[in-house]
């Protein structure tokens, strides 16, 4: 019977290029070892304590059959893990540190007498590093899986801490139990996915608690689809349909990162770089204004600022185009709220507006957009004009 794990049933945003990279640099390796018998020279040896010589051991195998198995298991795993931790430095860091990781065991290991001191070779220690992490990072992904036995095969999916639990706890209790391991290295296994799940555990929680909804979200698609794929309900609309809702997510998400950003500006008073930014993404004129007025009742919960009285100019601007002038007054009383000296884009619109609001019995928007005329607006606005407003209310009042 035969068991093999061949790919995580995952849609990966983009290609995994640092596993795909270790994948041909192991095949180049193995490659240079049968053209120029370089083997020994890239092997562990566990007395040695040699650093350098446990990363080139991992990357070397013993023929054909072990580097094609050693690579399937890895890219069973690895393309996912790459995807999610979203810095390749990372990757190849978690690589390097569980490669470490299973040459200082196997030193330990047999300096105890616990195994033999033979030279080591392979990228099995990794791979296990590998499921060890996606253990931790991603414990309910489900992993397409390849069963085999005599004439009979059939693919099925199994969470990855199940795989985990299973392959790992296989080799550890042969590490316990048995005193020959028949020429693999257990004790690089074991170590190897210890390495990778405390990895994960100490140092990549933030992590997985950012990935943890969006990767949920994926999982929950990815069941419905194989629990579709062969049924006349699996139409190409159906899919197109999930793709859609797929993509709105990912819109969504995109937006809470960016209004994010502009709230760490607006918090910290840049609301230059924050209106920048703003005027990066939208296009004043393709933009409807309810797009715009979305955005400001977003932005006036933050509190008042520039940044807001910026969206408010650029609303009411749009109203006025629009000729939907007592909406544009309740905007103007709006930004009033955050600063009562509050100017329009549009200058000449001043007197407009200050009169619509004392037809619509608002005394004080009116007020405040005529008041101190000639400071405020110089020749740009009749001051004389303003003043007879502001005593028209002043009148009213009295």
């Known amino acids: 019977m035969v068991i093999i794990p061949y790919s995580t049933a995952l849609t990966l945003a983009k290609p995994p290029v640092v596993t795909y990279a270790t994948t041909l640099i192991c095949v180049l390796v193995?490659?240079?070892?049968?053209?120029f018998s370089v083997t020994e020279s890239l092997m562990y040896y566990p007395e040695s304590w040699n650093p350098v010589k446990m990363i080139t051991s991992s990357l070397a195998h013993g023929g054909w059959m072990h580097l094609i198995g050693n690579m399937i298991?890895?890219?069973?795993?690895?393309?996912?893990?790459?995807?999610?931790?979203?810095?390749?430095?990372?990757?190849?860091?978690?690589?390097?540190?569980?490669?470490?990781?299973v040459g200082v065991s196997y030193s330990v290991s047999s300096l105890l007498g616990s195994s033999e001191p033979l030279p080591s070779l392979g990228f099995s220690g990794v791979v296990m590093g590998m499921i060890g992490l996606s253990a931790y990072l991603m414990p309910m992904a489900r992993i397409r899986v390849f069963w085999w036995y005599i004439v009979f095969w059939k693919t099925f999916y199994v969470p990855a801490?199940?795989?985990?639990?299973?392959?790992?706890?296989?080799?550890?209790?042969?590490?316990?139990?048995?005193?020959?391991?028949?020429?693999?290295?257990v004790v690089a296994h074991v170590f190897g996915g210890v390495a990778g799940y405390l990895y994960g555990y100490l140092w990549l929680k933030e992590r997985k608690e950012e990935?943890?909804?969006?990767?949920?979200?994926?999982?929950?698609?990815?069941?419905?689809?194989?629990?579709?794929?062969?049924?006349?309900?699996?139409?190409?609309?159906?899919?197109?349909?999930r793709q859609q809702q797929r993509e709105i997510k990912r819109?969504?998400?995109?937006?809470?990162?960016?209004?994010?950003?502009?709230?760490?500006?607006?918090?910290?008073?840049?609301?230059?770089?924050?209106v920048n930014?703003?005027?990066?993404?939208?296009?004043?004129?393709?933009?409807?204004?309810?797009?715009?007025?979305?955005?400001?009742?977003?932005?006036?919960?933050?509190?008042?600022?520039?940044?807001?009285?910026?969206?408010?100019?650029?609303?009411?601007?749009?109203?006025d185009q629009e000729k939907r002038y007592g909406r544009a007054i309740v905007f103007i009383e709006k930004c009033q709220k955050t600063s009562p000296f509050f100017i329009l884009a549009d200058?000449?619109?001043?007197?407009?507006?200050?009169?619509?609001?004392?037809?619509?019995?608002?005394?004080?928007?009116?007020?405040?957009?005529?008041?101190?005329?000639?400071?405020?607006?110089?020749?740009?606005?009749?001051?004389?004009?303003?003043?007879?407003?502001?005593k028209t209310l002043d009148t009213g009042i009295g």
């Not at 193995?30 to 053209?35: A, D, H, P, V």
């Not at 995807?83 to 190849?92: E, F, G, H, S, V």
């Not at 400001?296 to 009285?309: A, D, N, V």
Request: with cysteine; net charge negative.
């Open 30 to 35: 193995f490659y240079l070892q049968l053209k």
């Open 73 to 101: 298991f890895y890219l069973a795993f690895a393309p996912a893990l790459e995807i999610l931790l979203a810095n390749k430095i990372r990757y190849i860091w978690i690589m390097l540190f569980v490669s470490f990781v």
């Open 161 to 185: 801490w199940v795989l985990a639990i299973a392959f790992i706890g296989l080799d550890s209790w042969e590490m316990l139990t048995s005193d020959n391991y028949g020429g693999i290295n």
């Open 211 to 241: 990935t943890q909804e969006e990767l949920a979200e994926e999982i929950e698609v990815m069941k419905s689809e194989r629990q579709f794929r062969n049924t006349p309900s699996m139409s190409i609309r159906g899919r197109a349909e």
């Open 251 to 274: 819109e969504s998400k995109e937006y809470d990162v960016f209004m994010g950003q502009i709230y760490k500006m607006v918090i910290t008073h840049r609301n230059s770089s924050a």
């Open 277 to 319: 930014l703003l005027m990066d993404r939208y296009d004043y004129e393709e933009t409807q204004v309810a797009e715009f007025e979305t955005l400001f009742s977003h932005i006036e919960k933050w509190g008042p600022s520039r940044t807001l009285l910026c969206i408010g100019r650029l609303i009411i601007d749009k109203l």
């Open 347 to 390: 200058l000449s619109r001043t007197i407009y507006y200050a009169r619509l609001a004392v037809e619509m019995d608002k005394p004080e928007v009116a007020r405040n957009l005529v008041v101190n005329p000639a400071k405020r607006y110089g020749v740009m606005v009749d001051n004389a004009y303003c003043d007879q407003i502001s």
